[in-house]
């Protein structure tokens, strides 16, 4: 069974430029998260969907952030634009519908804002 | 308080040895518990999960849960140096949301 893919894998871009980052789940999960990971830390999660839906996005910055799921499998996150201080993993996950159930990660975008 | 909180470390065992690494967290209604394992420059890998109070043993790794003290702890016995790696616990806190401890670093010593 294929797991979470996410592309690209690195990305350097300058401040002000916009970027975005994409995933696929692992087939069959319909939850799937978006996760930032600052260097020492533990991921914080910025978004997560039920199929198409986002259900929370209490902690996505949305004066440049933004993400989609339109067809309820892959998703992409967007920043707009991007600041020194969004230098990150964003690592996403998915999960099937069940209260409880595990995630599973993607590889991650490794993200540098020069 | 943090939701998830971890010592960050790092914690340094000789191989062989056993390794504990512990975690509290805030929210008495927290009903699943998870420990992921992450390598350097790598995503957090799932390596147990543990939903009621007691020990859940798989392998070397052993997750022991008491829900009344809000506490969770991961064993592994036999370290080896490919143990080395930061441990993160992870903890349900409802409607799936997910919330991380910032990690424990981990070094076996061959």
């Known amino acids: 069974e294929a797991g979470v893919v996410q592309s690209p894998r690195y990305k350097i871009i300058e401040k002000k430029q916009p970027v975005a980052f994409w995933c696929n789940p692992i087939s069959g999960h319909n939850t799937l998260y978006w996760y930032r990971q600052n260097l020492g830390q533990g991921p914080e999660l910025l978004i997560r969907y039920e199929n198409e839906e986002a259900v929370d996005d209490s902690q996505l910055p949305k004066d440049r952030f933004s993400a989609e799921r339109l067809k309820g499998v892959d998703s992409t996150l967007k920043i707009q634009p991007a600041e020194l201080g969004d230098s990150a993993v964003y690592l996403c996950?998915?999960?099937?519908?069940?209260?409880?159930?595990?995630?599973?990660f993607g590889p991650g975008t490794r993200l540098t804002v020069l | 308080q943090k939701e998830v909180e971890q010592n960050s470390g790092p914690l340094s065992v000789p191989e062989g040895a056993i390794a504990s690494l512990n975690c509290t967290y805030s929210d008495r209604v927290s009903q699943s518990f998870f420990w992921y394992r992450q390598y350097s420059g790598k995503s957090p890998e799932l390596i147990m999960s543990i939903y009621s109070n007691g020990d859940k043993e798989d392998g070397r790794f052993t997750a022991q849960l008491n829900k009344a003290s809000q506490y969770v702890s991961l064993l592994i016995r036999d370290s080896q140096p490919s143990d080395s790696a930061t441990y993160l616990c992870?903890?349900?806190?409802?409607?799936?949301?997910?919330?991380f401890g910032q990690g424990t670093r981990l070094t076996i010593n061959p």
């Open positions: 992870a903890v349900n806190l409802g409607a799936q949301k997910l919330v």
């Open positions: 996950a998915s999960s099937p519908h069940l209260a409880g159930a595990e995630q599973f």
